[in-house]
């Protein structure tokens, strides 16, 4: 299992503003970046060559070096905030699989788990196998969250015993059969949120990465019967041709009962 592998792999670095007159230009707009074009090595394949070059012109990779961002999908989080506005100060959140660390850095500024004072202190805590380096504001757990002891380690470090969102950006590793792949991810996602279903307090909220394939009725189906809202989000940083989606399930209902409720598509 590969937490958080795929599309999360950015480089940590703090680069200036990116541009002479001081201002900060977003990943999206407001100045027209060089194109960067990359020559063929020849111990490169062509799609090599093609994902380098891709890397090199994406305006979410530029601004995770220039934002001292851990990775691009920390804009896909920060995106999926703006919109829905769940990360709010003083709640207490959990990350799944949260190498490098991208959406665990948006985490904690949006719920000052850093600089916040009394009730509007958050928490995050950032769990997984690979290591994570130190960030600001993160409680770091290196561990398996699929191992039998992870749940109730994990609820012996949240204040209170429980979560108020959990997070899970996490992708298998491919094998290139999109079938295949796309089984692996949607069984890493069913347990993600079997885990939320266990760590949350009433009125939760959880997130987490799919693929398009035709698999997630059995997600959906345990989302809409455990959460008021379910809904499919594809934020601006999810790169258009990818089959990449979220889902995101508001408003934890705590128990077993409730009418199963429809999704709703963006």
Same mark, same amino acid.
């Given at each position: 299992?590969?937490?958080?592998?795929?599309?999360?792999?950015?480089?940590?670095?703090?680069?200036?503003?990116?541009?002479?007159?001081?201002?900060?230009?977003?990943?999206?707009?407001?100045?027209?970046?060089?194109?960067?074009?990359?020559?063929?090595?020849?111990?490169?394949?062509?799609?090599?060559?093609?994902?380098?070059?891709?890397?090199?012109?994406?305006?979410?990779?530029?601004?995770?070096?220039?934002?001292?961002?851990?990775?691009?999908?920390?804009?896909?989080?920060?995106?999926?905030?703006?919109?829905?506005?769940?990360?709010?100060?003083?709640?207490?959140?959990?990350?799944?699989?949260?190498?490098?660390?991208?959406?665990?850095?948006?985490?904690?500024?949006?719920?000052?788990?850093?600089?916040?004072?009394?009730?509007?202190?958050?928490?995050?805590?950032?769990?997984?196998?690979?290591?994570?380096?130190?960030?600001?504001?993160? $409680?770091?757990?290196?561990?398996?969250?699929?191992?039998?002891?992870?749940?109730?380690? @994990?609820?012996? @470090?949240?204040?209170?015993?429980?979560?108020?969102?959990?997070?899970?950006?996490?992708?298998?590793?491919?094998?290139?059969?999109?079938?295949?792949?796309?089984?692996?991810?949607?069984?890493?996602?069913?347990?993600?949120?079997?885990?939320?279903?266990?760590?949350?307090?009433?009125g939760g909220v959880f997130l987490?990465?799919?693929?398009?394939?035709?698999?997630?009725?059995? @997600?959906?189906?345990?989302?809409?019967?455990?959460?008021?809202?379910?809904?499919?989000?594809?934020?601006?940083?999810?790169?258009?041709?990818?089959?990449?989606?979220?889902?995101?399930?508001?408003?934890?209902?705590?128990?077993?009962?409730?009418?199963?409720?429809?999704? $709703?598509?963006?």
């Amino acid at each position: 299992m590969t937490q958080k592998g795929s599309g999360k792999g950015g480089a940590t670095g703090g680069g200036g503003s990116g541009s002479g007159s001081g201002k900060t230009i977003g990943p999206t707009g407001g100045q027209r970046q060089l194109r960067v074009r990359v020559k063929t090595a020849s111990k490169r394949t062509t799609s090599s060559n093609r994902w380098l070059e891709r890397q090199l012109n994406d305006p979410y990779v530029v601004a995770s070096k220039r934002d001292g961002m851990r990775s691009r999908a920390a804009y896909k989080l920060r995106e999926i905030d703006d919109k829905y506005r769940f990360l709010k100060p003083g709640l207490r959140v959990v990350d799944l699989g949260a190498a490098p660390g991208g959406w665990s850095q948006i985490a904690a500024e949006r719920v000052r788990s850093l600089d916040g004072k009394g009730a509007a202190k958050g928490q995050v805590v950032a769990i997984d196998y690979l290591g994570v380096e130190p960030l600001p504001g993160v $409680e770091i757990v290196m561990m398996d969250f699929t191992a039998n002891e992870a749940e109730t380690h @994990l609820k012996s @470090l949240m204040r209170n015993g429980g979560a108020d969102i959990v997070l899970s950006d996490m992708a298998a590793p491919t094998v290139g059969h999109s079938r295949t792949d796309h089984i692996r991810i949607m069984a890493l996602a069913e347990q993600a949120a079997a885990f939320a279903c266990d760590v949350l307090a009433p009125g939760g909220v959880f997130l987490c990465k799919v693929f398009q394939g035709g698999a997630e009725r059995e @997600l959906l189906d345990v989302l809409k019967k455990n959460f008021a809202t379910v809904r499919h989000v594809k934020p601006p940083a999810s790169r258009s041709d990818s089959a990449e989606l979220y889902v995101l399930a508001t408003g934890f209902r705590g128990d077993k009962t409730g009418a199963p409720q429809a999704t $709703e598509d963006e």
